[in-house]
C-alpha cells in the first residue's frame, strides 16, 4: 500500500475584473478496493457562494461550484490524500471462456455494456480495425490478455507523445496518421482499437505518480492522466495506459471514467467579460507520497 497527496492548482487571470458562471469540476477519486480516499478539500479565491456535490451518470463525484463576486483572477485548488494498492488482473483471473479471443459477452452483460463496445468516431478509411488487427496472431490461438498487452504496448513503442495547448482530442484516424499525441489522443484510440475487436472499453481521467519528480515543487510528482479500462469477465475493467505501457493500477490514480473523453473533462466553467479578458492560465499538479 503506498499513501499518495496529490494538490491541483489552477489559476486564471483577466485584465478586467469578471464574474463567474458555475465551475464543474472531477478531481474526487472513486473509492474502490484498490484505492481509498482518505481526505479531500477544495478551495477558491474569491471564495465559493456555494458548492454543491453530485454523482454524473457514470458515477463520478462532480462538484459544482458558483462564485458571486467579481475579480482579476479566479484560484481554483484541490488536494486530496488516498491510500493505494498496486492491483494487476492477471490472465487467469478471466473466466476461462475468455481467456481466449475472439469471446463473446453473455446477454446480460452485453445490455449493461451497450455503447462502451460500439465505434464512436468516424473511420472512412477503415484504418483503426485494420491497424487493431494485427495484433491478433493469425495462425494459432490468440491470448485475450496478450492481444490487449501488445496493442497498448505498441502505441507506447510506436508513438511519439506531444503536448498540445489546444482543447479536444484528436481523432483515432488523426492519431494512427500523425503517429503522435498525448495520452487523452492515446487513451481514444487504444479504446477504438479495441471496442472494433469486439470488446467494451472505457475512458479514465486521473492523476500518475512520476517518481523521478518526486519531491521537486516546480515540478510536481505527476500530472493530470488519462488512460483507458477494458472489460473482461471474470477480471471486470482492467486498466490499460498506452502512454506509459502500464497494464494494471501501478501509479494511477482513477478519478472518473467515461464512455467519451468528452464527459470526462476536469474542470469546466465560464466568466461574463470580453473574449479577451483572459489573459494567462497556470496548472500545477504535484502527486507524491506520505506517510
Not at 469540476?25 to 479565491?45: I, K, N, V
Not at 479471443?101 to 478509411?125: A, Q, W
Not at 500523425?178 to 472505457?202: I, N, Q, Y
Not at 461574463?272 to 483572459?278: F, I, P, S, T, V
Request: glycine letters at 8%; charged letters at 20%; a negative charge.
Amino acid at each position: 500500500m503506498t499513501l499518495y497527496s496529490v494538490k491541483h492548482r489552477t489559476q486564471y487571470q483577466y485584465t478586467h475584473p469578471v464574474t463567474f458562471g458555475r465551475h464543474r469540476l472531477m478531481f474526487r477519486p472513486r473509492d474502490s478496493f484498490d484505492q481509498t480516499l482518505l481526505a479531500c478539500s477544495l478551495q477558491t479565491s474569491p471564495p465559493p457562494s456555494s458548492v454543491r456535490w453530485i454523482y454524473d451518470v457514470f458515477g463520478n463525484c462532480i462538484a459544482l461550484v458558483d462564485i458571486e463576486a467579481s475579480s482579476f483572477e479566479l484560484v481554483i485548488e484541490t488536494r486530496i490524500k488516498l491510500d493505494h494498492t498496486v492491483h494487476v488482473p492477471l490472465d487467469l483471473e478471466m473466466h476461462t471462456d475468455v481467456r481466449g479471443y475472439p469471446f463473446s459477452y453473455d446477454d446480460d452483460e452485453i445490455i449493461d455494456l451497450g455503447r462502451t463496445v460500439e465505434r464512436h468516431y468516424p473511420d472512412p478509411d477503415n484504418a483503426v480495425a485494420p491497424w487493431a488487427r494485427q495484433f491478433v496472431p493469425v495462425a494459432g490461438p490468440a491470448r485475450t490478455g496478450n492481444v490487449l498487452m501488445t496493442l497498448c504496448y505498441a502505441i507506447r513503442e510506436s508513438f511519439s507523445y506531444r503536448r498540445r495547448e489546444s482543447r479536444g482530442i484528436q481523432t483515432p484516424v488523426e492519431t494512427l496518421w500523425l503517429r503522435s499525441g498525448t495520452c487523452r489522443d492515446f487513451a481514444l484510440l487504444m479504446m477504438e482499437a479495441v471496442r472494433s475487436l469486439g470488446l467494451a472499453a472505457r475512458f479514465v481521467t486521473g492523476y500518475i505518480y512520476v517518481p523521478d519528480r518526486d519531491g521537486n515543487p516546480n515540478l510536481g510528482g505527476g500530472a493530470t492522466h488519462a488512460w483507458c479500462q477494458v472489460y473482461l469477465p471474470g477480471a471486470g475493467w482492467v486498466e490499460f495506459d498506452p502512454t506509459n505501457g502500464i497494464v494494471g493500477n501501478r501509479e494511477l490514480i482513477r478519478v472518473g471514467v467515461a464512455r467519451d473523453p468528452k464527459q470526462a473533462v476536469p474542470l469546466s466553467g465560464s466568466f461574463d467579460g470580453a473574449e479577451g479578458n483572459l489573459i494567462d492560465m497556470n496548472v500545477q499538479v504535484n502527486v507524491t507520497t506520505c506517510e
